[in-house]
């Protein structure tokens, strides 16, 4: 079985172009969607009463590291 397939150059740069302008967006959109929700993450925690600050403080870090990172 063939593990390759052939497709013209011009075909090619605009399956390129979409998967770029998708990546583009589906970053934005959901960068946006989850750095709101990170507060609102920490939120549920800190109103819990079971966690230090230093931990909430570490997890709002962490949450909006993983929220940054592409």
Excluded: C, H, N, P
């Excluded at 013209?8 to 583009?24: D, G, P």
């Excluded at 990170?38 to 870090?61: A, G, P, Q």
């Amino acid at each position: 079985m063939k593990d390759t397939i052939e497709i013209s150059k011009k075909e090619y740069r605009q399956l390129r172009l979409q998967a770029k302008a998708y990546q583009k967006l589906a970053g934005q959109l959901f960068s946006s969607a989850l750095s709101g929700s990170v507060i609102e993450v920490v939120e549920d925690f800190r109103k819990t009463d079971l966690y230090s600050e230093s931990f909430l403080k570490d997890l709002e870090s962490g949450l909006g590291l993983s929220v940054t990172v592409k």
